[in-house]
């Protein structure tokens, strides 16, 4: 197997506290392969747009990404970039987009031009070549009527049609990774299946590999290749989309995929997992899932759990997954 | 009329056409203009006259006086305005009435009876012209003081408000001292140590002025710091630069222009207040006005000197105010209306 596109070693990130520094993400290890869609998910608050954002160097002031950490991408740590050269990798071989299509883009200029700044940022070319750049990828990205569109201004256009603007504007350099930061939470149900789709089809056309974020086992059914769960700063399970979501071993992820509302368990109570996520700081000893897990024992209190290899794919940090697989 | 006064309407014209320039040949500042035009048709209509008469009264060369003056009122160069009413033909004796027959003391004959609309002021001066000389002082004190204004309070404003730290330190300092400063107090010692002429008292204006822009243009700077959309720039890897230039400047553009008009509204009024307090500009309504104030106390009152230049000033003000308020609405997307 050839050297994976993004691998994200070791990731600490820390925010100040009264206390010191607190770790919103520890000891983080992810990978993408080429043209892979890795789903990371979990709930709110766990880090996994942090993770992103750390991904990107765009993590929020305060917030700082630790010595040890290393973040490579293509073959060069990003973490050791200069300035320039990171923005280079914004928007050229990274692009990202967000959750809220809504404000994700400026009131006060068109989206032609909007798109064009990304085009015109990483390529010099003529004012027309660069119309006709913009118009063939708004085209790319499913919107009807490119030409027209093009003088459109923000709020002209539905929640949907911006979130293609943004895919646009994302996939202009044709990065060869895009992180999508729950691209389809703001988005109604119909709207969503096309923008996944969408993402899919972009995916498999131009070979990038996209990073999506999510909370929803919805979206990663629809997409993902490979899926990593995260619970409070830490991956619990990872695994391909098969895998995770036919039999997911760590008691979190089997957790989720329970809370799902499915047509054949109607008039069953919808199961949940009890209690929320600790917050950053006040993490147990042990694992950290261990206070909402239904069957923690001992150890679990005591020490973190190590990765339990289940198969080459599927990994889970679980000391009762552990327990099973010796025995 | 100085030579710096001179230059400044120089500078002031070139920048007017270079701005109509810049119009005509953007598609989307025209589609604008157009619908200002079309909004405010007035309003622009009375703004341009006032314009014209401030350029009129701008030009002006020494020479073709009235026979029999003597050397000194000869070597005065005479503007357009000055050559149309011919001031010094053009006077009574003292006070007179608008459009009377005699004279306002004494009911003697007037030179040039019903000829004066608004009347003439106490050295029988034409009140219509006073008037017409005031227009351009007002636009200068108004005009140039806001380009003073604007460009240094939106740098810091911008600056402080994206960069923060250090720079927002300094710029809040700097407007903190200002501000504790009693702003008349301030005024009055700029002009006394700078001197009497148009520019001073517009750089006095502009010292004192500064701060109120520069606070709101630091405060949306900050907000729109936050925004979603500059997020997603910077995740394009657009620069800090090119991030205000492209969606802070154009985000705030519709606060400029407002801020444009208020400005420039309260500076000719706040020339009043100096001209009230002896330190205004000559020839300025503020003078105009405080020179009324004992002709109020008359009977029978004498109203039309106040009047002549009370009007000037509200057309002028209200013209302004109109077109930005149409022009902010034109601007900013966001309150356009559908279907232009």
Same mark, same amino acid.
């Given at each position: 197997?050839?050297?994976?596109?993004?691998?994200?070693?070791?990731?600490?990130?820390?925010?100040?506290?009264?206390?010191?520094?607190?770790?919103?993400?520890?000891?983080?290890?992810?990978? =993408?392969?080429?043209?892979?869609?890795?789903?990371?998910?979990?709930?709110?608050?766990?880090?996994?747009?942090?993770?992103?954002?750390?991904?990107?160097?765009?993590?929020?002031?305060?917030?700082?990404?630790?010595?040890?950490?290393?973040?490579?991408?293509?073959?060069?740590?990003?973490?050791?970039?200069?300035?320039?050269?990171?923005?280079?990798?914004?928007?050229?071989?990274?692009?990202?987009?967000?959750?809220?299509?809504?404000?994700?883009?400026?009131?006060?200029?068109?989206?032609?031009?909007?798109?064009?700044? #990304?085009?015109?940022?990483?390529?010099?070319?003529?004012?027309?070549?660069?119309?006709?750049?913009?118009?063939?990828?708004?085209?790319?990205?499913?919107?009807?009527?490119?030409?027209?569109?093009?003088?459109?201004?923000?709020?002209?256009?539905?929640?949907? $049609?911006?979130?293609?603007?943004?895919?646009?504007?994302?996939?202009?350099?044709?990065?060869?990774?895009?992180?999508?930061?729950?691209?389809?939470?703001?988005?109604?149900?119909?709207?969503?299946?096309?923008?996944?789709?969408?993402?899919?089809?972009?995916?498999?056309?131009?070979?990038?590999?996209?990073?999506?974020?999510?909370?929803?086992?919805?979206?990663?059914?629809?997409?993902?290749?490979?899926?990593?769960?995260?619970?409070?700063?830490?991956?619990?399970?990872?695994?391909?989309?098969?895998?995770?979501?036919?039999?997911?071993?760590?008691?979190?992820?089997?957790?989720?995929?329970?809370?799902?509302?499915?047509?054949?368990?109607?008039?069953?109570?919808?199961?949940?997992?009890?209690?929320?996520?600790?917050?950053?700081?006040?993490?147990?000893?042990?694992?950290?899932?261990?206070?909402?897990?239904?069957?923690?024992?001992?150890?679990?209190?005591?020490?973190?759990?190590?990765?339990?290899?289940?198969?080459?794919?599927?990994?889970?940090?679980?000391?009762?997954?552990?327990?099973?697989?010796?025995? | 009329?100085?030579?710096?006064?001179?230059?400044?309407?120089?500078?002031?014209?070139?920048?007017?056409?270079?701005?109509?320039? $810049?119009?005509?040949?953007?598609?989307?500042?025209?589609?604008?203009?157009?619908?200002?035009?079309?909004?405010?048709?007035?309003?622009?209509?009375?703004?341009?006259?006032?314009?014209?008469?401030?350029?009129?009264?701008?030009?002006?060369?020494?020479?073709?006086?009235?026979?029999?003056?003597?050397?000194?009122?000869?070597?005065?160069?005479?503007?357009?305005?000055?050559?149309?009413?011919?001031?010094?033909?053009?006077?009574?004796?003292?006070?007179?009435?608008? $459009?009377?027959?005699?004279?306002?003391?004494?009911?003697?004959?007037?030179?040039?009876?019903?000829?004066?609309?608004?009347?003439?002021?106490?050295?029988?001066?034409?009140?219509?012209?006073?008037?017409?000389?005031?227009?351009?002082?007002?636009?200068?004190?108004?005009?140039?003081?806001?380009?003073?204004?604007?460009?240094?309070?939106? $740098?810091?404003?911008?600056?402080?408000?994206?960069?923060?730290?250090?720079?927002?330190? #300094?710029?809040?300092?700097?407007?903190?001292?200002?501000?504790?400063?009693?702003?008349?107090?301030?005024?009055?010692?700029?002009?006394?140590?700078?001197?009497?002429?148009?520019?001073?008292?517009?750089?006095?204006?502009?010292?004192?002025?500064?701060?109120?822009?520069?606070?709101?243009?630091?405060?949306?700077?900050?907000?729109?710091?936050?925004?979603?959309?500059?997020?997603? #720039?910077?995740?394009?890897?657009?620069?800090?630069?090119?991030?205000?230039?492209?969606?802070?400047?154009?985000?705030?553009?519709?606060?400029?222009?407002?801020?444009?008009?208020?400005?420039?509204?309260?500076?000719?009024?706040?020339?009043?207040?100096?001209?009230?307090?002896?330190?205004?500009?000559?020839?300025?309504?503020?003078?105009?006005?405080?020179?009324?104030?004992?002709?109020?106390?008359?009977?029978?009152? =004498?109203?039309?000197?106040?009047?002549?230049?009370?009007?000037?000033?509200?057309?002028?003000?209200?013209?302004?105010?109109?077109?930005?308020? #149409?022009?902010?609405?034109?601007?900013?997307?966001?309150?356009?209306?559908?279907?232009?």
């Amino acid at each position: 197997m050839s050297a994976p596109l993004l691998s994200v070693e070791n990731l600490v990130l820390t925010f100040p506290a009264e206390t010191g520094r607190i770790a919103v993400v520890d000891k983080l290890n992810l990978t =993408i392969a080429r043209g892979e869609t890795l789903a990371l998910v979990g709930e709110s608050g766990c880090g996994k747009s942090l993770t992103a954002l750390a991904i990107m160097r765009l993590l929020p002031k305060p917030g700082r990404v630790e010595a040890s950490s290393r973040i490579e991408f293509d073959g060069r740590n990003l973490l050791e970039l200069s300035v320039p050269q990171m923005r280079a990798v914004r928007g050229g071989a990274i692009g990202m987009i967000f959750q809220e299509p809504m404000t994700s883009l400026n009131p006060v200029t068109t989206v032609g031009d909007q798109v064009l700044e #990304a085009v015109w940022l990483h390529e010099k070319m003529s004012r027309s070549a660069a119309r006709e750049r913009v118009v063939e990828l708004l085209h790319m990205v499913g919107i009807p009527d490119p030409r027209a569109r093009f003088s459109a201004y923000p709020h002209q256009l539905s929640g949907g $049609l911006k979130q293609r603007v943004m895919i646009a504007m994302a996939m202009a350099m044709r990065p060869r990774l895009l992180i999508a930061d729950e691209p389809t939470t703001a988005l109604d149900a119909t709207i969503r299946a096309q923008i996944l789709a969408l993402l899919r089809q972009l995916s498999f056309d131009t070979g990038t590999a996209v990073l999506l974020i999510t909370h929803d086992f919805g979206v990663v059914n629809e997409i993902a290749d490979r899926v990593a769960v995260m619970y409070a700063g830490m991956i619990v399970e990872e695994g391909t989309r098969r895998e995770l979501l036919s039999h997911p071993r760590h008691p979190y992820a089997q957790g989720l995929l329970k809370s799902i509302p499915r047509p054949e368990a109607r008039g069953n109570k919808l199961l949940e997992i009890k209690g929320v996520v600790p917050r950053p700081g006040r993490w147990p000893p042990g694992c950290r899932f261990a206070p909402r897990c239904p069957s923690a024992f001992d150890r679990c209190q005591a020490e973190l759990p190590h990765r339990t290899t289940l198969s080459s794919s599927q990994g889970a940090w679980c000391h009762l997954v552990e327990y099973e697989v010796h025995t | 009329m100085g030579f710096l006064s001179n230059t400044l309407v120089v500078l002031l014209l070139v920048g007017g056409v270079w701005l109509a320039r $810049l119009v005509a040949r953007d598609r989307y500042w025209r589609e604008n203009a157009t619908q200002l035009w079309r909004r405010r048709p007035l309003a622009l209509i009375t703004l341009a006259l006032f314009l014209l008469i401030g350029v009129l009264d701008s030009v002006g060369w020494v020479g073709g006086g009235a026979s029999g003056e003597d050397d000194v009122a000869a070597l005065r160069s005479r503007t357009l305005i000055d050559r149309l009413f011919q001031p010094e033909r053009f006077t009574e004796a003292s006070y007179s009435a608008p $459009l009377a027959r005699l004279s306002f003391y004494g009911g003697q004959p007037l030179k040039h009876p019903g000829k004066h609309l608004l009347g003439t002021d106490i050295l029988g001066r034409d009140v219509v012209y006073r008037a017409f000389k005031g227009v351009r002082v007002a636009l200068l004190i108004g005009g140039f003081t806001s380009l003073i204004v604007i460009p240094i309070a939106l $740098l810091f404003g911008v600056f402080a408000g994206y960069f923060g730290k250090r720079i927002d330190d #300094a710029v809040f300092f700097l407007m903190t001292v200002l501000a504790s400063v009693p702003s008349l107090l301030l005024l009055i010692a700029l002009v006394m140590v700078m001197g009497r002429g148009t520019l001073q008292v517009c750089i006095a204006l502009g010292i004192t002025g500064w701060v109120h822009f520069c606070r709101i243009a630091r405060g949306e700077t900050l907000k729109l710091r936050e925004a979603e959309f500059v997020d997603a #720039a910077r995740a394009l890897g657009v620069s800090d630069l090119t991030i205000i230039r492209r969606h802070v400047l154009p985000n705030i553009a519709h606060l400029i222009i407002i801020t444009f008009a208020l400005s420039f509204t309260g500076l000719v009024l706040a020339e009043t207040i100096l001209s009230y307090l002896g330190i205004g500009l000559d020839g300025s309504w503020g003078q105009m006005i405080d020179q009324a104030r004992n002709e109020l106390s008359r009977t029978p009152i =004498i109203w039309w000197n106040l009047a002549g230049a009370s009007v000037a000033l509200f057309v002028l003000i209200l013209a302004v105010n109109m077109i930005a308020d #149409a022009l902010r609405d034109i601007i900013d997307p966001r309150t356009r209306r559908e279907g232009r």
